[in-house]
């Protein structure tokens, strides 16, 4: 029970003293999905998907990404957090990622077990997407859903 809140205590320190020495160039985000991916008790786990409309470059997207993971650690004292900024709420879900960041409190990834150094882990994308090109993509999206439904088209078999 101790070791969990030390752990918790570690995360909140370490994102602080993080934060302090960055030149964030976070933007506002909004949380589309939080999800609790615990398995048992011994490591809190959260994974979230963002939509930051001005979020425009790639280091403002990572930086956001980053922001929200901060936001999550200091919220729920997870100490796995997966964030994903996607590009509108219409694309969750669809695989389009503009950034993703995992961070690992404890430096021992997904598993647990493979303890190294690496804390967060931030990939970005420097892709420019207009407002018309967002909406075809949703469109685009939002067609092949209705006509796989219908049986028109087949995924993956």
Known sequence: MHTKYLLTLIASVALSVCSFFSQATAVPYKVLQDTNTSIGTKRI????????PTAHDKTSRADTVKQAIEDRVNKS?????????????????????????????????????????????????????????????????????????????TRGK
Do not use: F
């Not at 967060?120 to 994308?125: H, R």
């Open 45 to 52: 786990r959260s994974y979230i998907a963002i939509v930051a």
């Open 77 to 153: 004292h997870a100490v796995v957090v997966t964030a994903m900024l996607v590009p509108s709420k219409d694309l969750l879900g669809a695989g389009a990622l503009l950034a993703k960041g995992e961070y690992y409190a404890d430096g021992c990834g997904a598993s647990g077990s493979e303890c190294g150094s690496v804390k967060l882990n931030l990939s970005a994308s420097d892709i420019i997407l207009s407002d018309k090109s967002v909406r075809i993509w949703e469109q685009s999206v939002k067609s092949s859903n209705e006509l796989a439904e219908r049986g028109i088209l």
